[in-house]
C-alpha cells in the first residue's frame, strides 16, 4: 500500500513545539502509514488543494474551517457539531459524512440536547420520509445511560459546550476533529498541550491519531467513490426495450417514407 503524503501545520500559535511533534510522529505505525510533511498553514492548504498532498493536520484545538462541518471524532461514536437546531437537511448530510467517511452503511443517529423538553417530531419525519435511522432528542443523562449511546453512530448536538460535555464522557481515547464537508481531507486536535506532555511525560495519541484518522477517511472515500464508479451492466436483455427500439425505427423510417412521397 502507498504511503499518503500528509502534512502537519502546527500554526502560528506555537501550542505545540518541534519536539514534541517529532517524539510523537516517532511511531512505526505511523510511518508505515504515511510520510509526514511540515508546512505553514497558507503553503498546506495550497498543496492540499493542488493534490500534491493527501491530508492536512492542524495543531491548534481552537482552529475552524469555513464551509466545513465539524465531526468530533471519539473511539466510541461521531459527534456533529451543529451550533444551530437540527434540521432534516442537516441529518441527511450526516448520514452522507457517516457513509462515505467513516464507512457506515444505514448508520444509526440521535439527536442530544440540552434539555428533556421536546422539539418537534423530527427524528420519525427523517426516519419516515428519507429513511435514515434517527432517534431522540436524548439528554446527555439519557444517551449515556447504560451505554446506551453505544448503540449510535452518529450523535447530533447544537452547541459545542453540549459537545464537550460528551466528548468527557466518553472518550477512552485521544478524540479528533475532523472537517467533513471537502473534497480535501483535513483533521485537528482536540485539545491543547498540557505540561506534561510538553515534557514528554504523558501519551501524546492526541497528536498522532489525527493522522489515523485522515488516513481511514482518504481510504473510506476511495472504496466508497470505487464502488459507485463502474455499475455492473445488466446481466439479461428486457425484450420490452428491445421490441421499444424496433417501433421508435419502424417509426421513423415510415416517417421518412411519407416525407419522400
Given at each position: 500500500?502507498?504511503?499518503?503524503?500528509?502534512?502537519f501545520c502546527k500554526g502560528?500559535?506555537?501550542?505545540?513545539?518541534?519536539?514534541?511533534?517529532?517524539?510523537?510522529l516517532d511511531d512505526p505505525a505511523m510511518l508505515e502509514l504515511c510520510s509526514p510533511v511540515f508546512c505553514e498553514e497558507a503553503e498546506a492548504f495550497r498543496k492540499l488543494d493542488e493534490g500534491s498532498l493527501d491530508a492536512l493536520v492542524l495543531a491548534s484545538p481552537s482552529q475552524t474551517i469555513k464551509d466545513a462541518t465539524e465531526v468530533i471524532v471519539t473511539d466510541k461514536t461521531n459527534i456533529l457539531v451543529l451550533g444551530k437546531e437540527p434540521t432534516a437537511d442537516d441529518i441527511v448530510k450526516f448520514r452522507d459524512i457517516l457513509e462515505r467517511d467513516f464507512d457506515l452503511q444505514l448508520p444509526r443517529i440521535a439527536i442530544v440536547q440540552e434539555t428533556a423538553m421536546q422539539v418537534p417530531d423530527l427524528s420519525s419525519q427523517v426516519t419516515t420520509e428519507q429513511g435514515i435511522?434517527?432517534?431522540?432528542?436524548?439528554?446527555?443523562?439519557?444517551i449515556m445511560a447504560e451505554d446506551t449511546i453505544l448503540h449510535f453512530d452518529g450523535i447530533i448536538?447544537?452547541?459545542?459546550?453540549?459537545?464537550?460535555?460528551?466528548?468527557?464522557?466518553?472518550?477512552?481515547?485521544?478524540?479528533?476533529?475532523?472537517?467533513?464537508g471537502r473534497e480535501t481531507v483535513v483533521t485537528a486536535i482536540w485539545q491543547p498541550v498540557t505540561k506534561e506532555e510538553e515534557e514528554g511525560l504523558a501519551d501524546v495519541s492526541w497528536l498522532t491519531h489525527p493522522f489515523f484518522v485522515a488516513a481511514d477517511v482518504i481510504r473510506n472515500r476511495e472504496f466508497y467513490d470505487e464502488a459507485r464508479l463502474n455499475p455492473l451492466p445488466k446481466l439479461y436483455r428486457d425484450k420490452r426495450e428491445d421490441r421499444r427500439k424496433d417501433e421508435d425505427k419502424q417509426a421513423n423510417e415510415n416517417e421518412n417514407a411519407e416525407k419522400e412521397s
Open positions: 500500500m502507498e504511503r499518503l503524503k500528509i502534512a502560528n500559535t506555537g501550542e505545540v513545539n518541534d519536539k514534541l511533534i517529532l517524539d510523537a435511522n434517527t432517534y431522540g432528542p436524548y439528554t446527555v443523562e439519557q448536538v447544537a452547541d459545542k459546550n453540549l459537545a464537550s460535555t460528551l466528548v468527557k464522557e466518553l472518550a477512552e481515547e485521544a478524540p479528533v476533529r475532523f472537517f467533513a
